[in-house]
């Protein structure tokens, strides 16, 4: 095992560099970036080549004006090249983009992530500030989806075609059906001020005087305002657990072993407790990573931002409406390593379940 373990973590280093090469790549061709952005910026502003501007990197910049401006940018039109080139130095982008990708690779090693373009902070701290907001949605969320799948999806398994599988099924596929962003909007109408009822904040994780509360009334103000964003969160998640749940106790119930095991006299719960649940948990460990990666980072995305929530989402989808590249990489690099790292440990645990499962010989 410790050969297999050893190998796998060899092989995140090619997968870490493919994810991060394919990603850059593509970030090279897409428009509006952070140069152009501040070209536009200036020539919206008008600023002479006396003035300088803001706070943040683009104060670094003398703007000035000029009809001459030989470059490759439609936004740099009257603008000198001398003050092309000083914002294309601000931003790294004066290197080729090779040379700009190994130097990325570099600092990732030492985790060094740079600092934001906009935000003037490192990536560690924005990802470190906005960590317990995702952490805390994705906490709940997971737990809720698991207390309420894997009990459901079993009694449903047991009581396969009976009027209590046929009308919670038709539960399941509406809350499929419907997107976790779209039933947000519908508690927001329903319950925080929308059109009809005003019980639950629309924003934010705490009031604003959170910090004069007692220690009970703050519990209960952090459950009043994470109740919704949860809710919505919950919604398609434990929609695909419990049927997956299902199907994996159903598959399990009709082999022989449940057979010879009832023949010897255990009971129905000794049976399906005692042999078919350590069997059938196997299909719900294996999707244990992506569904923690999909609810702490991916699917968290929608509702912080609908809920106004500042989280990892938020960051990440700011971070690409501003092109804020050091940001992109820095959550790219950090969370594709997460996911790795939970793919691995996905696999450990398979063998904790169930020991007859031996990677590595099936590997030789």
């Known amino acids: 095992m410790a050969g297999y373990v050893l190998r796998r973590l060899l092989l995140i280093v090619p997968t870490l560099l493919g994810i991060l090469l394919l990603n850059f790549i593509i970030i090279q061709f897409a428009p509006g970036g952070p140069v152009e952005q501040t070209l536009a910026h200036l020539q919206g502003m008008g600023i002479d080549a006396s003035s300088r501007i803001g706070s943040g990197p683009q104060s670094d910049i003398a703007a000035g004006s000029n009809s001459g401006g030989g470059n490759g940018y439609r936004g740099a039109q009257g603008l000198r090249p001398e003050l092309v080139a000083e914002i294309e130095q601000l931003y790294g982008f004066d290197k080729p983009a090779h040379e700009r990708f190994l130097k990325m690779l570099g600092d990732y090693l030492s985790f060094d992530f740079g600092r934001s373009f906009y935000s003037d902070k490192s990536v560690v701290q924005l990802i470190i500030e906005k960590m317990p907001v ?25 009581r396969d075609g009976t009027p209590f599988d046929v009308w919670s099924s038709s539960v399941i596929i509406v809350g499929y059906a419907i997107p976790n962003f779209l039933f947000a909007i519908l508690l927001i109408v329903l319950f925080a001020g929308g059109t009809y009822f005003e019980w639950f904040p629309l924003r934010g994780l705490t009031s604003p005087d959170f910090d004069q509360l007692s220690l009970g009334q703050k519990v209960l103000d952090y459950f009043w305002h994470i109740t919704l964003p949860v809710l919505a969160s919950v919604v398609s998640s434990f929609a695909t657990l419990t049927m997956l749940t299902k199907n994996s106790f159903l598959d399990e119930i009709h082999k022989q072993y449940v057979l010879t095991a009832r023949a010897k006299g255990l009971s129905e719960s000794g049976v399906l407790y005692g ?3 350590r069997n059938a948990m196997l299909l719900i460990i294996a999707g244990m990573p992506a569904a923690l990666i999909s609810i702490f980072f991916t699917g968290s995305m929608l509702i912080e931002v609908i809920f106004s929530l500042d989280g990892l989402g938020l960051l990440g989808y700011e971070a690409v409406i501003n092109r804020d590249y050091p940001v992109i990489f820095g959550t790219l690099y950090i969370f594709t390593l997460i996911g790795l790292l939970l793919k691995l440990v996905s696999d450990l645990t398979y063998t904790f379940v169930d020991p007859r499962i031996d990677f590595e010989s099936r590997e030789a």
């Open 134 to 158: 995702s952490i805390s949605l994705g906490l709940w969320t997971t737990l809720l989806t698991y207390l309420i799948s894997i009990p459901l999806g079993i009694r449903k398994a047991v």
């Open 275 to 277: 042999h078919v649940f």
